[in-house]
């Protein structure tokens, strides 16, 4: 059975530029997981980890900062594109962010993904230091 459970709004996601939750994956771990605005499909779905080092691109403190389009790591300034997750300059160029499948229907935001369980809005509290590295960086779904 399809795992599916309603997250938030488009309209949401658009007007916080960005919205936050932590999912368990398979391996029985916590993942923050961010969606953010695409054009294309409404709304995609994002490991908020970068590819190059262990570093949030979603922090409490400012969210996501985007540029034209693409979600910037605070870190090195590399610039994930929202649509589809990769990247092609800095430091981070010719990786691609972990994805996790959502539905967009009728304006809501649905996790479907069958490799993680939704846990709850917002990040992991576990794990809520921006500075330092982050257990959970090396898994995979
Ligand atoms: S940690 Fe993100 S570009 Fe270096």
Same mark, same amino acid.
């Given at each position: 059975?399809?795992?599916? +459970?309603? !997250? =938030?709004?488009?309209?949401?996601?658009?007007?916080?530029?960005? #919205?936050?939750?932590?999912?368990?994956?398979?391996? /029985?771990?916590?993942? $923050?997981?961010?969606?953010?605005?695409?054009? $294309?499909?409404?709304?995609?779905? #994002?490991? @908020?980890?970068?590819?190059?080092?262990?570093?949030?691109?979603?922090?409490? $403190?400012?969210?996501?900062?985007?540029?034209?389009?693409?979600?910037?790591?605070? *870190? +090195?300034?590399?610039?994930? /594109?929202?649509?589809? &997750?990769?990247?092609? @300059? &800095?430091?981070?160029?010719? =990786?691609?962010?972990?994805?996790?499948?959502? =539905?967009? %229907?009728? &304006?809501?935001?649905? !996790?479907?993904?069958?490799?993680? %369980?939704?846990?709850? *809005?917002?990040?992991?509290?576990?794990? /809520?230091? %921006?500075?330092?590295?982050?257990?959970?960086?090396?898994?995979?779904?």
């Amino acid at each position: 059975m399809t795992n599916r +459970h309603r !997250l =938030t709004s488009v309209e949401t996601v658009e007007d916080e530029g960005a #919205w936050l939750f932590t999912v368990r994956d398979a391996h /029985d771990t916590n993942q $923050e997981v961010m969606l953010v605005p695409c054009e $294309e499909t409404g709304v995609t779905a #994002w490991v @908020n980890n970068c590819t190059h080092e262990d570093q949030r691109l979603y922090r409490d $403190e400012i969210g996501v900062v985007t540029r034209d389009g693409g979600i910037v790591c605070p *870190k +090195h300034g590399s610039i994930f /594109d929202s649509c589809s &997750g990769g990247c092609e @300059n &800095g430091p981070a160029a010719d =990786t691609t962010l972990l994805s996790v499948d959502v =539905t967009v %229907d009728d &304006g809501s935001v649905y !996790l479907t993904d069958d490799a993680v %369980d939704f846990l709850w *809005k917002g990040g992991d509290s576990s794990d /809520d230091d %921006d500075s330092g590295p982050s257990s959970t960086s090396h898994l995979t779904f």
